[in-house]
């Protein structure tokens, strides 16, 4: 019903820069939050950014984990569903598979739900 397609994974060098993005494909009545965690080898999944997109009662939130602030940037296109994440001095730490996640309703359903990309590989040369 709704997939996640992801882009951008590249090999790059330290310092570079690199920009992911993600579109949201499917019968899609809302997308509530919408972003990127990543998981690199012998390590647990973290975030790296998320747009929360609110409602009537809550405001548009962005949220970066702690290793990325400053240096990533995420970005989303409401109308065609789909978030950009920008990332700027990369380092081989950041070498990781960088997964597209959102919550979304879909059309006919009674609850939003939690959907994942197949992943996208990252990797940072020293």
């Known amino acids: 019903q709704v997939q996640l397609v992801e882009s951008g994974g590249d090999l790059v060098q330290a310092g570079g820069s690199l920009r992911l993005s993600c579109a949201a494909i499917?019968?899609?009545?809302?997308?509530?939050?919408m972003g990127w965690y990543r998981q690199a080898p012998g390590h647990q999944r973290e975030l790296v950014a998320m747009?929360?997109?609110?409602?009537?009662?809550?405001?548009?939130?962005?949220s970066y984990g702690d290793a990325v602030k400053g240096r990533f940037d995420i970005s989303a296109d409401r109308a065609k569903n789909t978030v950009a994440l920008q990332m700027n001095t990369l380092q081989p730490e950041d070498g990781a598979v960088y997964y597209c996640?959102?919550?979304?309703?879909?059309?006919?359903?009674?609850?939003?739900?939690?959907?994942w990309g197949q992943g996208t590989q990252v990797t940072v040369s020293a």
């Open positions: 499917g019968n899609i009545l809302r997308i509530n939050r």
């Open positions: 996640n959102a919550d979304i309703f879909v059309r006919g359903q009674g609850f939003s739900y939690d959907f």
């Open positions: 747009i929360d997109f609110g409602d009537s009662q809550r405001a548009e939130s962005v």
